[in-house]
């Protein structure tokens, strides 16, 4: 991983400060953290396990992926798949737009923002311009966190639909790391028969 520079430290700081004014808690790893700063660390944290010799845009976008998410509620669109197709998009969009002043006061250029904005919208999954490892990072940052929540509130059937859509937008090096994720005995059940 690069050497931290001190824009970089102080684009995460930014970064963690806004997150951490999320109200909605999650316990990852012993630890009661905001959902949002959680998310952000961890997917930041599998960046270099997906990719050699991240960039400061990739580990940055990683780490804003979920910039203040729950300023926009998942309820305020409609059930169904649809209706969270576009909440999810809509984020994407939100959490691009909200980082440039993050970044820009922290000293990155132009160029270096606008790569952070295309990696948080995601708009096609590659491995050449990053998306692939953004995904990835994000989707096994959500099975760690947010798994068990989901199996207490849905049927069986229906998690493990979640499960293997989930899956379905990862990389075959992600779904290999799925078995390093510190899962409760339930979860790694559910996770097992998704994936099987």
Same mark, same amino acid.
């Given at each position: =991983?690069?050497?931290?520079?001190?824009? $970089?430290?102080?684009?995460?700081? %930014?970064?963690?400060?806004?997150?951490?004014?999320?109200?909605?808690?999650?316990?990852?790893?012993?630890?009661?953290?905001?959902?949002?700063? %959680?998310?952000? @660390? /961890?997917?930041?944290?599998?960046?270099?396990?997906?990719?050699?010799?991240? &960039?400061?845009?990739?580990?940055?976008?990683?780490?804003?992926?979920?910039?203040?998410?729950?300023?926009?509620?998942?309820? !305020?669109?409609?059930?169904?798949? %649809?209706?969270?197709?576009?909440?999810?998009?809509?984020?994407?969009? @939100?959490?691009?737009? #909200?980082?440039?002043?993050? /970044?820009?006061?922290?000293?990155?250029?132009?160029?270096?923002?606008? !790569?952070?904005?295309? /990696?948080?919208?995601?708009?096609?999954?590659?491995?050449?311009?990053?998306?692939?490892? =953004?995904? &990835?990072?994000?989707?096994? #940052? $959500?099975?760690?966190?947010?798994?068990? &929540?989901?199996?207490?509130?849905?049927?069986?059937?229906? =998690?493990?639909?979640?499960?293997?859509?989930? #899956?379905?937008? =990862?990389?075959?090096? #992600?779904?290999?790391?799925?078995?390093?994720?510190? /899962?409760?005995?339930?979860? %790694?059940?559910?996770?097992?028969?998704?994936?099987?």
């Amino acid at each position: =991983m690069r050497g931290l520079t001190e824009r $970089f430290t102080a684009a995460l700081a %930014a970064i963690d400060a806004a997150n951490a004014e999320d109200p909605n808690r999650v316990v990852v790893r012993g630890e009661e953290l905001p959902l949002a700063l %959680a998310h952000g @660390r /961890l997917a930041a944290e599998w960046i270099p396990e997906l990719v050699d010799d991240p &960039d400061d845009a990739l580990l940055l976008a990683a780490r804003a992926h979920h910039l203040r998410r729950w300023e926009l509620p998942r309820d !305020r669109y409609p059930d169904g798949r %649809a209706g969270y197709l576009r909440w999810r998009r809509d984020q994407k969009q @939100r959490h691009a737009t #909200a980082v440039v002043g993050l /970044l820009g006061g922290a000293g990155y250029e132009e160029a270096t923002i606008n !790569r952070v904005q295309v /990696l948080l919208r995601r708009v096609r999954l590659d491995e050449s311009s990053g998306t692939q490892a =953004m995904e &990835d990072a994000a989707c096994l #940052a $959500f099975i760690e966190t947010q798994l068990s &929540d989901l199996a207490d509130r849905l049927d069986t059937d229906h =998690m493990v639909s979640v499960v293997q859509k989930v #899956a379905a937008k =990862m990389s075959p090096a #992600a779904l290999a790391l799925v078995a390093r994720l510190p /899962l409760s005995d339930d979860g %790694a059940e559910l996770l097992e028969r998704a994936l099987s």
